[in-house]
């Protein structure tokens, strides 16, 4: 699954928006794109690969293959693995010949993340990572330079309380924190930001 792909996969500098870079590709990829719109994130089934920005893109390689670009949500992420399976066999299914590249730069970030993803995160009862942008980035920023404190406000996904706090750094997989509300007393999962 390395290829040699991956190294050059710096110069492909796509916008967090796939909508546009879909368009593009419509009339060569629509029905491939749809199928694999339908594949979800292992860890998180509410929110498809697209949703979470993990799916990247979809071209043609030397060889006339399909490659799918994947991008893991971090190093190491233990659902990769299970992620390009369910790929490959959206490949066989849709009858086409392609393999999964992952492109690991850009290193995928949580503003990767759609609107959509965000809300189903909540609603699926994790905390969803701060939506970045100026103010929000600076907060993030002095935060992990000065340790914990003036850690960003994380809302309980259950009741909305901004009264929660952290009970453990890493929750139920690495790219989680586990919170516990202290409202509600309900724990749960924060996807922290990358
Ligand atoms: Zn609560």
């Not at 590709?25 to 998180?44: C, G, K, N, V, Y």
């Not at 009741?159 to 929660?164: E, H, Y």
């Not at 690495?174 to 930001?193: G, I, S, V």
């Amino acid at each position: 699954m390395k290829g040699s792909d991956v190294s050059t996969s710096t110069t492909c500098a796509l916008t967090p928006s796939l909508s546009q870079n879909a368009g593009e590709q419509d009339s060569e990829f629509a029905s491939l794109w749809r199928a694999l719109d339908q594949l979800t994130d292992p860890e998180i089934p509410v929110v498809t690969l697209q949703e979470m920005g993990i799916l990247r893109a979809l071209r043609r390689g030397a060889d006339g293959q399909v490659e799918v670009v994947i991008t893991p949500t971090y190093s190491g992420c233990p659902a990769m693995e299970q992620i390009a399976d369910d790929i490959v066999a959206t490949l066989r299914r849709e009858g086409v010949a392609g393999r999964v590249v992952t492109q690991l730069a850009p290193a995928w970030t949580t503003d990767w993340m759609t609107p959509e993803a965000r809300d189903k995160l909540r609603a699926y009862g994790i905390a969803p990572p701060h939506v970045g942008g100026a103010a929000g980035a600076a907060v993030i920023q002095f935060a992990s330079q000065s340790g914990a404190k003036n850690r960003p406000t994380v809302h309980c996904p259950q009741c909305g309380s901004a009264n929660t706090t952290e009970t453990s750094h890493f929750g139920s997989t690495a790219c989680k924190a586990l919170y516990r509300c202290l409202d509600c007393l309900e724990p749960f999962d924060h996807f922290k930001n990358i």
